[in-house]
């Protein structure tokens, strides 16, 4: 349970908002690369933290994140021309580069020098791993770029995507760190008893805070086939990562090696944009396409899944397309795909953000408590000046995580050392 001006200091990113600051303190993904595909390309309406952007790839293939709206008479620069390494405004004119200067002013005499006077918000931006990110904090307090071992990993081992979440970004998240509900809202079936989620729905938790944020396992205890360990990192104030690799103790059973996992980045209070990775683990095992695809099409992301925008076709309009003989019968929730079935109780919560002070935690949702503390502490740390975890590369880079099986007599942090250092 949370007090109602904590929930508030968590949920609102907007500029001058607590956990607004923290946000921009971190570089953060903006979007695809694949939205900007070429130089001189349309640009692209883009909103983060509550801000109305727009993002154009200028002549020399330089990404350009400015304010939507022209300084002049605040036209929105969405119906620009892109042209020659610049975004000009089509109200009167007025053109801007890729940090915000004011290159031309056309409806102005020849010999004025207001131009050298105007400049437009501008966000520096790194292009990595097919993403486009953005730091929108204070100039003296950018952090050197991020260092996550996937964005490290060979583009032959990796995929990346996004999807639109109508929600606000801390039930998403939240509901990512979640271990013990892919016992039920996963559980896709419901007959098969000797399903991991069916043999054990209650995990024990364990977690370590660390200075980029935590990581935690759910322990599984299979009774004479020893305990089935989930490890995940919690990357401060956005991210978690899980493994995908499951492997017996005496290396009789093993599926494709994969880590995967998200970025929650808040469009605006009542939005969020799902980042989803998948990495494969070995340096020899690239991720195979056919795998990739079909990974995506379980979770409710692939091709025929998929709105313009990014947005998923089975919804809150169309109630996710819910099946109740599917649910009677075969799944625990009747609507298909893995991240859809988030969707579904995530976006459907309160409005505009869950009002936490109604909650009753239990020991299942030791990872959310540890998160929201250590949230809640990145907020008073900005406020008095100091950096917040996991904003310093050298904390995160070789952490990767992993899930195993283990002898019940193996602590997870002796068992599990070796995997979840990061190899790339």
């Not at 013990?180 to 364990?206: G, V, Y």
């Amino acid at each position: 349970m949370l007090k109602q001006k904590d929930n508030q200091r968590l949920c609102l990113t907007g500029q001058g908002t607590p956990m607004g600051k923290v946000f921009r303190r971190f570089w953060i993904p903006a979007l695809l690369a694949e939205e900007l595909p070429e130089v001189n390309c349309p640009p692209v309406k883009v909103k983060l933290l509550g801000e109305d952007l727009v993002a154009f790839r200028d002549s020399e293939g330089k990404v350009g994140l400015v304010d939507a709206y022209c300084p002049h008479r605040r036209a929105h620069l969405f119906w620009g021309r892109n042209e020659e390494c610049g975004l000009r405004c089509v109200y009167h004119g007025w053109k801007f580069d890729h940090e915000g200067n004011c290159m031309d002013m056309p409806n102005e005499p020849e010999d004025s020098h207001f131009k050298d006077k105007v400049k437009i918000q501008s966000y520096p931006t790194w292009e990595k791993a097919g993403i486009v990110w953005t730091y929108m904090g204070p100039k003296d307090e950018q952090p050197s770029f991020p260092d996550y071992e996937w964005l490290r990993a060979p583009d032959t081992h990796l995929q990346v995507s996004k999807t639109f979440e109508a929600c606000n970004w801390l039930q998403a998240l939240e509901g990512g760190i979640d271990t013990s509900h892919s016992s039920f809202a996963h559980n896709n079936n419901i007959q098969d008893k000797k399903s991991l989620r069916s043999r054990s729905t209650n995990p024990k938790l364990e977690v370590d805070k660390t200075d980029y944020g935590f990581r935690y396992v759910g322990i599984r205890d299979l009774k004479e086939d020893g305990n089935y360990i989930r490890a995940y990192q919690f990357i401060m104030p956005n991210q978690q990562m899980r493994g995908q690799m499951i492997k017996w103790h005496d290396g009789s059973r093993e599926n494709y090696p994969t880590i995967r996992g998200h970025i929650w980045v808040p469009i605006d209070d009542a939005s969020v944009w799902v980042w989803n990775f998948k990495y494969t683990t070995e340096r020899d095992i690239p991720l195979d396409p056919d795998f990739a695809l079909q990974e995506e099409i379980n979770f409710g992301r692939g091709p025929e899944d998929m709105l313009p925008g990014y947005r998923l076709k089975r919804n809150a309009s169309n109630d996710y397309l819910i099946d109740r003989e599917l649910q009677r019968t075969k799944t625990f929730t009747g609507i298909t795909g893995i991240n859809t079935q988030d969707y579904a109780l995530q976006e459907t919560m309160e409005k505009p953000f869950v009002d936490r002070t109604k909650e009753k935690l239990g020991t299942a949702d030791l990872a959310i408590i540890a998160a929201r503390q250590l949230l809640l502490e990145a907020t008073r740390d900005v406020e008095e000046g100091r950096a917040p975890r996991g904003v310093n590369p050298e904390t995160y880079r070789d952490v990767r995580a992993c899930d195993r099986f283990l002898p019940k007599e193996v602590d997870w942090r002796e068992g599990l050392k070796g995997d979840m250092k990061a190899v790339f």
